[in-house]
């Protein structure tokens, strides 16, 4: 059973950073695609940065020079990060975690993935 959990959310001021953090748990040794989306209130999942199982990467202009995705593999687990630096009020939103195991064509579009985590809160002050 695939399970991903999100952690890392928090409150913080504009300029400030953080870093979260989704556990993928089950089927690890398969060749995951994965990615961050938010979902700011009121609008739709907006992605935000995307892992292929290549290493390669795919960030939203908003967020290019800004945030930075990366994953390593731990014992049974894949861990997929996003360090947010500069963070802006208009970052706000619930950020969730997607994978796909079967090959990602629009690494942006949410009909990619078939797993998703329950999402963490990330809240930007001005």
């Known amino acids: 059973q695939v399970q991903l959990e999100e952690s890392g959310g928090d409150s913080v001021q504009a300029g400030g950073s953080l870093r979260l953090s989704c556990a993928q748990s089950g089927y690890t040794d398969a060749p995951w695609s994965m990615a961050w989306f938010r979902r700011a209130p009121g609008t739709g999942r907006e992605g935000v940065a995307f892992?292929?199982?290549?290493?390669?990467?795919?960030?939203a202009d908003s967020v290019k020079g800004r945030f930075t995705i990366s994953k390593v593999g731990v014992k049974n687990k894949n861990i997929l990060y996003l360090q947010m630096n500069s963070l802006k009020p208009e970052d706000t939103g619930m950020y969730y975690c997607a994978a796909d195991p079967h090959g990602v064509v629009a690494p942006f579009s949410t009909d990619e993935y078939n797993y998703w985590g329950q999402g963490t809160q990330v809240t930007v002050s001005s």
């Open positions: 892992f292929d199982a290549d290493g390669s990467t795919v960030y």
